[in-house]
């Protein structure tokens, strides 16, 4: 018999491995909004009413998501079913949270594969794409405010960002961020004052190249969107960097504007953001490559979880591995900056485009859950301006 994560949680918890599912499916085809919306669905459901979580242990667990790369609220559905139900909860959670959103998203591309280029299409995208710029844009100004609290902090995230305008690799680039936070870190103890010498390293290194096509299409899809899954630290709108780096300026299958319709779908259909990765497989190559994209972008956050309770406990141990995760996270904001530059310049097309964006903003800042109800209203302005 499979065993509870007793040690973990401390007593055996009252949920069934058959409720956490149903819970988990029905959140994976209501969960709007993006991860924020998620995580508070996840809270109503296990700690106010089935009180399965209590309110401290729910708030720490989703503290602990944000230290290992990957969708945080879907490792966050994958924790919860691991400590209520084990690894076969784990699975559960993980698999039925995805599986709606994956479903949708091989729909959606199926119609968006024949029907793209029709000018009614053509018409919708033209307003959903300056939408999708105040997402990204309200995305970068909300994590922002919480990240960017120190000067050092600051100079990472601008270095990050020009440099990530020159196409040099992002992965590269948050290595480099997360070793310029150590070393402002380490500065600020001993009080020598080095915040604008924390990206030093910068300059001296030249662009990566672009990544290098595999044998087959299908290989080369599995193993990006799996490097993408282990990397994507920061927030799941840094993804977006990843895939414009890997797929627009590197291998060239994807265009600035295919991208921004990928983003606008991820928002507009329920469960995790990192689905993007189905629509994308499928424009790539059909019905394999979307299962290959989402086996690939998800299977790090299933095969890191187990272990997260210990990797919380290492990185409170040694203040250098957080100074470092949170030179990542800072190194994130960066590369949101520079893919928001590269959608406006597919989206902002004329003054009534840059009117939408412009008006969007504002209304996400109020209320960011409105973000799928934009996207409508930006897909209506569209078709009535009929442009395509």
């Known amino acids: 018999m499979e065993q509870q994560p ?19 499916l029905k959140l994976g085809i209501i969960a709007f909004g993006g991860p924020a919306a998620h995580v508070a669905l996840m809270r109503r459901e296990f700690v106010e009413k089935h009180h399965w979580i209590e309110e401290d242990e729910f708030l720490r667990m989703f503290a602990a998501c944000s230290v290992i790369p990957g969708p945080s609220s879907t490792e966050l559905a994958i924790y919860l079913g691991y400590r209520l139900a084990g690894v076969s909860g784990l699975v559960l959670a993980g698999t039925l949270f995805i599986a709606p ?15 793209g280029s029709t000018r009614a299409v053509t018409s919708a995208l033209y307003g959903i794409r300056p939408v999708v710029v105040a997402i990204v844009a ?3 100004l909300d994590l922002g405010r919480r990240i960017l609290t120190r000067p050092p902090l600051w100079v990472v995230a601008l270095g990050v960002f020009g440099l990530s305008l020159v196409y040099v690799n992002p992965i590269l680039l948050l290595g480099l961020a997360g070793i310029a936070a150590v070393l402002a870190a380490q500065a600020s ?29 299908l290989a080369t899809i599995f193993f990006t969107f799996l490097k993408l899954g282990a990397v994507s630290y920061g927030s799941g709108y840094v993804l977006f960097a990843f895939l414009h780096a890997d797929f627009v300026a590197g291998l060239h299958w994807l265009t600035d504007g295919q991208l921004a319709d990928a983003v606008a779908i991820g928002q507009a259909t329920p469960g995790p953001v990192f689905t993007t990765a189905t ?3 499928y424009l790539f190559a059909g019905v394999p490559g979307a299962l290959l994209a989402t086996l690939g972008i998800f299977l790090p956050g299933f095969v890191l979880v187990p272990f997260l309770d210990r990797i919380v406990r290492l990185v409170g141990s040694h203040p250098g591995v957080r ?18 530059v590269a959608l406006a310049r597919t989206a902002f097309l004329d003054p009534l ?14 209320r960011p859950l409105t973000a799928p109800g934009l996207i409508a209203a930006g897909a209506l302005i569209g078709l009535a301006a009929g442009h395509g």
């Open 138 to 140: 309200w995305a970068l």
């Open 279 to 281: 629509f994308l497989g």
């Open 323 to 340: 100074a470092f995760l949170d030179g990542v996270n800072v190194g994130a904001l960066g590369l949101i900056a520079a893919v928001t």
């Open 101 to 115: 959103a994956m479903l949708i998203m091989v729909a959606i591309a199926v119609v968006y594969a024949r029907f």
């Open 189 to 217: 103890t001993v009080g020598r004052r080095k915040d604008a010498g924390a990206l030093m390293v910068g300059p001296i290194l030249l662009p990566v190249a672009a990544v290098a096509a595999h044998p087959g299409r």
């Open 6 to 24: 007793d040690e973990i949680l401390g007593t055996r918890p009252a949920a069934t491995r058959g409720a956490v599912a149903m819970i988990f």
């Open 353 to 366: 485009t840059i009117v939408l964006a412009a008006a969007a903003l504002p209304v996400l800042l109020w």
